[in-house]
């Protein structure tokens, strides 16, 4: 899931939104690291849990939407705690999205617990409060800023600018917040989660752009909760990614470690959301496929088909692969995904961006696959062959579009560094696996 708010000129960039298989859903034991997958390392070690490591799991969603038609599919979930500021007053939220491709903790209103609050966040100009557009591909979120510490596993963040979505006493979406497109999805049904964790590679989800000039369906200020107005926003208030703020010093970036499934999806997946790239004895980084990101844009390049699409990203947040192929047949029941009269065996490759010149990358190729979305196991919820297909306007963004979604995750642990972190291989923004 792309955050709009992303790093160029603050214009809406690609996201994924969360869409479910029809008739998904089911319940059973997690699938540990079985089976085979093209994707799959076998020398792949997943992490315990622990101080700096969080259970992640993929399943069908918060008890709201699972066993629905709303059920989630290829939906990667963390447990993340949120406390008043300086208090022991705290909120323990599960099913909040793990997503790589957007930046900063936003949790629906009506998954926080009933006289629970968090503290508004105010202009440092006009001391009015301030609220954010959230774009997505299919819509959008609306919702104020708060102030919250932090945790995940053991790792603390204090005094963390976050956004809650659709809380009720912001009812009034700025028209041109509502205008962008897609419908509002600011209930725990509508945005197939109770939040979501952006831990991609930058420290804001908008950066200078938004510090600098006002940036339209972007942030706001507020007279009211009825009256907002678009406005600049400092980096240090703007939503931030926790990470960059954690005081254990496991602050340069993130692991995402899922094991491989087989062929045909599983039921549930667990696996580990590591903090830190070699900070600890957990995360060293020993892989040498490393991509190097563009900093204004967190983008990798991928050439499939004999076309260089430059926009391209490696995304959790993204419940499938996503890219523009006419040549695969779309599905008539889940029409977002592609559906092959068989298996689609296919490859790509990826290429780091020059413009981060502290970090050393080279083309990697990538095998995947792609399935009948239609025919897929019902009663699963994660499958490594699961993709779709982009709008014309989509594809066309930032120089051509490939969004390797969750799939591209299992049977591989995926670094993401933070622009401008250290770490024994360069300087982020770069992914790795």
Same mark, same amino acid.
């Given at each position: 899931?792309?955050?709009?708010?992303?790093?160029?000129?603050?214009?809406?960039?690609?996201?994924?939104?969360?869409?479910?298989?029809?008739?998904?859903?089911?319940?059973?034991?997690?699938?540990?690291?079985?089976?085979?997958?093209?994707?799959?390392?076998?020398?792949?070690?997943?992490?315990?849990?622990?101080?700096?490591?969080?259970?992640?799991?993929?399943?069908?969603?918060?008890?709201?939407?699972?066993?629905?038609?709303?059920?989630?599919?290829?939906?990667?979930?963390?447990?993340?705690?949120?406390?008043?500021?300086?208090?022991?007053?705290?909120a323990t939220i599960d099913h909040v999205q793990v997503d790589t491709g957007s930046y900063g903790l936003?949790?629906?209103?009506?998954?926080?617990?009933?006289?629970?609050?968090?503290?508004?966040?105010?202009?440092?100009?006009?001391?009015?409060?301030?609220?954010?557009?959230?774009?997505?591909?299919?819509?959008?979120?609306?919702?104020?800023?708060?102030?919250?510490?932090?945790?995940?596993?053991?790792?603390?963040?204090?005094?963390?600018?976050?956004?809650?979505?659709?809380?009720?006493?912001?009812?009034?979406?700025?028209?041109?917040?509502?205008?962008?497109?897609?419908?509002?999805?600011?209930?725990?049904?509508?945005?197939?989660?109770?939040?979501?964790?952006?831990?991609?590679?930058?420290?804001?989800?908008?950066?200078?752009?938004?510090?600098?000039?006002?940036?339209?369906?972007?942030?706001?200020?507020?007279?009211?909760?009825?009256?907002?107005?678009?406005?600049?926003?400092?980096?240090?208030?703007?939503?931030?990614?926790?990470?960059?703020?954690?005081?254990?010093?496991?602050?340069?970036?993130?692991?995402?470690?899922?094991?491989?499934?087989?062929?045909?999806?599983?039921?549930?997946?667990?696996?580990?959301?590591?903090?830190?790239?070699?900070?600890?004895?957990?995360?060293?980084?020993?892989?040498?496929?490393?991509?190097?990101?563009?900093?204004?844009?967190?983008?990798?390049?991928?050439?499939?088909?004999?076309?260089?699409?430059?926009?391209?990203?490696?995304?959790?947040?993204?419940?499938?692969?996503?890219?523009?192929?006419?040549?695969?047949?779309?599905?008539?029941?889940?029409?977002?995904? *592609?559906?092959?009269?068989?298996?689609?065996?296919?490859?790509?490759?990826?290429?780091?961006?020059?413009?981060?010149?502290?970090?050393?990358?080279?083309?990697?190729?990538?095998?995947?696959?792609?399935?009948?979305?239609?025919?897929?196991?019902?009663?699963?919820?994660?499958?490594?062959?699961?993709?779709?297909?982009?709008?014309?306007?989509?594809?066309?963004?930032?120089?051509?579009? *490939?969004?390797?979604?969750?799939?591209?995750? *299992?049977?591989?642990?995926?670094?993401?560094?933070?622009?401008?972190?250290?770490?024994?291989?360069?300087?982020?923004?770069?992914?790795?696996?």
């Amino acid at each position: 899931m792309r955050d709009v708010l992303a790093r160029v000129l603050g214009v809406a960039i690609l996201g994924l939104a969360i869409t479910s298989l029809a008739s998904c859903g089911g319940s059973g034991s997690d699938l540990t690291a079985t089976g085979s997958s093209a994707s799959s390392s076998s020398s792949q070690v997943i992490a315990a849990p622990g101080a700096n490591a969080a259970a992640v799991v993929v399943d069908c969603g918060p008890a709201a939407i699972c066993n629905t038609d709303y059920s989630a599919v290829n939906t990667l979930y963390v447990t993340v705690t949120v406390c008043q500021p300086g208090t022991s007053t705290c909120a323990t939220i599960d099913h909040v999205q793990v997503d790589t491709g957007s930046y900063g903790l936003r949790l629906l209103s009506q998954a926080l617990p009933s006289g629970f609050s968090l503290p508004a966040e105010y202009s440092s100009t006009n001391n009015e409060a301030l609220a954010e557009c959230t774009e997505f591909a299919d819509g959008y979120s609306w919702g104020p800023l708060v102030l919250a510490d932090v945790e995940v596993a053991s790792e603390t963040a204090s005094s963390v600018p976050m956004q809650v979505i659709g809380d009720p006493n912001y009812t009034s979406v700025p028209s041109d917040c509502s205008s962008t497109g897609g419908s509002q999805e600011d209930t725990v049904m509508t945005f197939g989660a109770n939040g979501i964790l952006g831990v991609g590679p930058f420290a804001q989800d908008c950066g200078a752009t938004c510090a600098q000039e006002v940036v339209g369906s972007g942030y706001y200020q507020c007279l009211n909760a009825t009256t907002c107005a678009s406005a600049q926003v400092t980096l240090a208030q703007q939503v931030t990614n926790p990470v960059v703020l954690f005081s254990s010093g496991d602050a340069n970036g993130v692991i995402v470690e899922l094991p491989s499934i087989p062929a045909g999806g599983a039921v549930s997946v667990t696996g580990t959301l590591v903090f830190g790239i070699s900070t600890e004895n957990n995360n060293e980084i020993t892989t040498q496929t490393i991509l190097p990101a563009d900093p204004g844009s967190g983008d990798i390049t991928t050439t499939y088909n004999g076309t260089a699409l430059t926009g391209s990203y490696i995304d959790s947040g993204s419940n499938g692969y996503f890219f523009a192929d006419s040549s695969i047949p779309g599905c008539t029941v889940n029409t977002y995904f *592609f559906c092959p009269s068989s298996t689609l065996d296919l490859s790509a490759t990826v290429t780091g961006s020059d413009n981060n010149p502290s970090t050393t990358g080279a083309t990697y190729t990538v095998d995947f696959s792609i399935a009948n979305a239609d025919s897929l196991n019902g009663s699963y919820t994660a499958f490594d062959d699961l993709g779709g297909s982009l709008t014309s306007q989509q594809s066309a963004q930032s120089g051509g579009v *490939f969004d390797w979604g969750l799939p591209f995750f *299992f049977g591989r642990n995926v670094y993401t560094a933070i622009d401008g972190e250290a770490t024994p291989v360069g300087e982020g923004p770069y992914f790795a696996y």
